[in-house]
T-cell receptor, first 111, second 114 residues
Framework: KQEVTQIPAALSVPEGENLVLNCSFT??????LQWFRQDPGKGLTSLLL?????REQTSGRLNASLDKSSGRSTLYIAASQPGDSATYLC??????????FGAGTRLFVKA | EPEVTQTPSHQVTQMGQEVILRCVPI?????FYWYRQILGQKVEFLVS????????KSEIFDDQFSVERPDGSNFTLKIRSTKLEDSAMYFC????????????FGEGSRLTVL
């Protein structure tokens, strides 16, 4: 049974800092891994998707990596801004018809 | 940009009442999903739907729940007799079924059961 864990649960950083959010999954047989952003009371916005055959994906200040063999993914945010404050979720698509989510990392970027 | 839309955004109901949550997935997508998020908890998979039938469902998705695609655009989640513990945010998602398998989520429907 796939389990997804995210560390840290919460993070507070000053504006401008580079930061790394961690995601681990127990079953390496994933189809893809997707990172989402969730603002309070809102839906999930897709940030990056890494397919199982890929090692990383980049979008602007965001870079996500995937190491299937070790069951890990990281989301790197460069030059953080107050507008980046949100909860970041990683989700592993098992290759069946469901995606398993981690509990998220709550990020607060101080101005 | 195409998006998944959900209605209502918030529904308050009495325990034991039936509730229908509606979703319009992205038009050329083939796979449809319902997830829920109880306040402060993880996003949990409920059910996936493809080719007019359920592909997979979780233990949460018991006989009180049903899904339907009544026409070419809507995808609905029905809860037959709501319980207090059904209070949650319910998210609809869709994916194209080709390529990357990227999931696109709606803004959610908040259900409050009193």
């Amino acid at each position: 049974k796939q389990e997804v864990t995210q560390i840290p649960a919460a993070l507070s950083v000053p504006e401008g800092e580079n930061l790394v959010l961690n995601c681990s999954f127990t079953d390496s047989a994933i189809y893809n891994l997707q990172w989402f952003r969730q603002d309070p009371g809102k839906g999930l916005t897709s940030l990056l998707l890494i397919q199982s055959s890929q090692r990383e994906q980049t979008s602007g200040r965001l870079n996500a990596s995937l190491d299937k063999s070790s069951g890990r993914s990281t989301l790197y945010i460069a030059a953080s801004q107050p507008g980046d404050s949100a909860t970041y979720l990683c989700a592993a698509h098992t290759g069946g018809f469901k995606t398993i989510f981690g509990a998220g990392t709550r990020l607060f970027v101080k101005a | 940009e195409p998006e998944v839309t959900q209605t209502p955004s918030h529904q308050v109901t009495q325990m034991g009442q039936e509730v229908i949550l509606r979703c319009v997935p992205i038009s050329n997508h083939l796979y449809f999903y319902w997830y829920r998020q109880i306040l402060g908890q993880k996003v949990e998979f409920l059910v996936s739907f493809y080719n007019n039938e359920i592909s997979e469902k979780s233990e949460i998705f018991d006989d009180q729940f049903s899904v339907e695609r009544p026409d070419g655009s809507n995808f609905t989640l029905k809860i037959r007799s709501t319980k207090l513990e059904d209070s949650a945010m319910y998210f609809c998602a869709s994916s194209s079924g080709t390529g990357t398998g990227e999931l696109f989520f709606g803004e959610g429907s908040r259900l409050t059961v009193l």
